[in-house]
């Protein structure tokens, strides 16, 4: 898995790239906790995120916490119909906006 971090004036946009499982999960919060630090508005752009297991829903949902505790919003982009579907069995959609482009996702944060 791989994290790249962007910002775009007040919202943060990370990248991921890759699997998002119970061997990446600590990964992924490492480098995606001080995002919500520096910014109460993100986007993750998981256009390119082949795979979602319950730890990176876990994940997700602390970052929501966390953005949400600071008045904050989390937009997720390029979800694949399959994590879609993960999520929207298991509740966690509602949390979040979901956009199609990181343009979407820009403008639903604007």
Avoid: H
């Amino acid at each position: 898995m791989q994290i790249t971090i962007k910002p775009e004036g007040d919202i943060g946009i990370a990248t991921i790239t890759g699997e998002i499982d119970s061997r990446t999960a600590p990964q992924a919060q490492g480098e995606l906790m001080p995002v919500i630090e520096k910014f109460n508005k993100i986007i993750m752009d998981m256009t390119e995120v082949t795979f979602l297991s319950s730890a990176g829903l876990r994940i997700l949902l602390l970052i929501y916490r966390q953005a949400t505790a600071k008045d904050g919003r989390v937009v997720l982009v390029g979800l694949s119909e399959e994590i879609k579907d993960t999520m929207t069995m298991t509740g966690f959609l509602k949390f979040f906006v979901v956009a199609e482009s990181l343009e979407n996702g820009l403008k639903a944060l604007a």
